[in-house]
């Protein structure tokens, strides 16, 4: 669960600008609030802003930083520092966040100077908010291009001692990659280890932390395969509430000149040689499924024998009458509504999804719908999810807190800063969507005066 994240120098931002899912002042609907490992957390946040305001540099910091952990500094951030400071380019950027994995509460930071594509330095601590107090486990610092590197010995024993100083030595020079990304190269550091922080924090990255830009594919539908009739009437109860005229959702075996038509014969061959040869004589059913999805098409291929396998597709049933649409028929709407019902059928706890442009394609009602299930399933589990919007219908007191709205604006700098609706101390009654439009909060579109200038040479 993430409790803060922290930017600089990064796009559009230049100083130091951080978003903290820490509740604020607002005592009202506490619902919204769960507390974990001794921190108190919101599990929603909502960011708004004019279009190049710095929104989705925001949520594209996120993104890379998690691409850095998980593989290297990447060939195409050169360019990436705050560009309208000289000297930024000379200047570490900086990434920062807190969160909480396991029974563990971690800060862990990267600075990386984006134009050379050079690791400056990185640092992991873990805190104990019930104690306010934190220890440092490692600290990793380029000096005279050597990294010097500083761990706890309190904390890493034995053996372990021995592990990660050789794993030191070996990236004294390596300027584009991680410590703890070499640390989980192999990933064969044991929960008993000491040296286990390594793995925890590579694996909050991983897999707990997702993020998704307009135009991704969020889910593959994985809550339509190989589920009970419980859970498929759960599924279509969900469907149905938000008045798209899909009553309930049904896989239909295909042949496969029907998802040849979409996918190469080839791609469908390698799917399935790759599930026999992964199988070998393993005897589990739910390994013999692979799912292909594009932006408008889903395709299962499900029961991989030797010398036989299922092809399925989803099929949606309007109405009453049994009359069902393939998933390419529906509206763009549709399709993105199915993506997000990921995020509401979502069978693990403490995931983080981080959605740019959440309302895309959407009808503001199904958007106000679509966050008022979100509080509904986090009320079970402790997900968190942070995206942007445009969407003013959902600034609305009686849905969020005031500590869940957040703005971007750029200044007459042309950085862009964050902040909170908290900061402004407004009632509880207060029509939050009328003040924003009207501009009392800013991260509007300011327009200038612009005259057309007709030619008079030809008139009448």
């Excluded at 059913?285 to 299922?310: A, C, G, P």
Aim: aromatic share 12%.
């Amino acid at each position: 669960m993430i409790i803060r994240f922290e930017i600089e120098n990064f796009r559009s931002f230049n100083s130091n600008q951080s978003i903290s899912m820490i509740p604020g002042n607002p005592r009202n609907k506490q619902e919204h609030v769960f507390q974990k490992n001794n921190v108190k957390l919101l599990n929603l946040s909502t960011i708004y802003g004019a279009n190049a305001s710095g929104k989705t540099n925001l949520i594209k910091s996120i993104d890379l930083f998690k691409f850095i952990v998980m593989n290297i500094v990447p060939s195409n951030v050169t360019c990436m520092y705050f560009k309208e400071n000289i000297e930024n380019k000379d200047k570490a950027t900086k990434f920062e966040i807190e969160f909480i994995k396991n029974n563990s509460v971690y800060a862990y930071g990267i600075e990386v100077l984006l134009y050379q594509r050079k690791i400056i330095s990185e640092w992991l601590y873990e805190l104990y908010p019930a104690k306010d107090k934190e220890e440092m486990r490692y600290e990793r610092e380029l000096i005279n291009n050597r990294y010097v590197t500083r761990y706890n010995e309190d904390v890493i024993k034995g053996e372990d001692k021995s592990r990660l100083n050789f794993v030191i030595m070996d990236m004294e020079t390596n300027y584009q990659t991680l410590l703890i990304t070499e640390m989980n190269r192999n990933k064969k550091i044991s929960k008993d280890s000491t040296l286990n922080f390594f793995t925890e924090v590579y694996d909050w990255f991983e897999s707990d932390l997702k993020v998704f830009f307009p135009g991704d594919i969020i889910t593959k539908f994985d809550y339509v395969i190989n589920k009970d009739s419980a859970e498929n009437s759960k599924i279509n109860s969900i469907v149905s509430s938000f008045d798209t005229g899909i009553s309930s959702v049904r896989l239909e075996k295909i042949n496969e000149d029907e998802i040849g038509k979409i996918f190469p014969k080839k791609v469908i061959e390698d799917v399935v040689s790759n599930i026999r040869s992964d199988l070998g004589d393993f005897k589990d059913l739910s390994l013999r499924t692979s799912v292909l999805r594009s932006q408008d098409e889903f395709f299962q291929i499900s029961n991989v024998n030797n010398d036989s396998y299922d092809i399925e597709t989803i099929k949606l049933c309007h109405g009453s009458g049994g009359v069902s649409y393939d998933f390419r028929e529906e509206s763009d709407g549709t399709r993105r509504l199915f993506d997000l019902l990921d995020i509401l059928l979502t069978t693990d706890d403490n995931k983080v999804f981080i959605i740019d442009e959440l309302d895309r394609s959407l009808h503001p009602n199904l958007t106000y719908k679509f966050i008022e299930l979100f509080y509904k399933v986090a009320l079970e589990k402790n997900i968190q999810l942070i995206l942007t919007t445009h969407e003013s219908k959902i600034m609305d007191l009686n849905l969020l807190r005031q500590d869940e709205i957040w703005f971007v604006e750029r200044n007459d700098k042309n950085e862009s800063e964050i902040y909170s609706l908290d900061s402004f101390k407004e009632r509880y009654d207060k029509r939050v969507e009328k003040a924003y439009l009207e501009g009392r909060y800013g991260g509007i579109p300011v327009f200038k005066n612009f005259e057309f200038f007709v030619n008079q040479e030809g008139r009448d």
